[in-house]
């Protein structure tokens, strides 16, 4: 997943960055290097891929914590 893919899945799934490092378990300050610049790990990419693909609301997977 590039960055730009990350950003619009973020998008799609009503995320900002903040929002985005709760909800997959990482500090806000890696979210936005993901963002950025960061390589995306396979598992994060994953995640977010299945959310978006399955209408799966971000706010039942940070309560899955």
Same mark, same amino acid.
């Given at each position: 997943?590039?960055? #730009? $893919?990350?950003?619009?899945?973020?998008?799609?799934?009503?995320?900002?960055?903040?929002?985005?490092?709760?909800?997959?378990?990482?500090?806000?300050? $890696? #979210? $936005?290097?993901?963002?950025?610049?960061?390589a995306i790990p396979g598992p994060v #990419?994953?995640?977010?891929?299945?959310? #978006?693909?399955?209408?799966i609301d971000p706010k039942h997977v940070?309560?899955?914590?």
């Amino acid at each position: 997943m590039t960055n #730009a $893919q990350y950003r619009l899945l973020l998008e799609h799934l009503g995320l900002n960055v903040l929002a985005a490092g709760r909800v997959l378990g990482i500090s806000p300050r $890696q #979210a $936005q290097r993901y963002a950025a610049n960061d390589a995306i790990p396979g598992p994060v #990419a994953k995640l977010m891929r299945l959310m #978006a693909e399955k209408n799966i609301d971000p706010k039942h997977v940070e309560a899955l914590k």
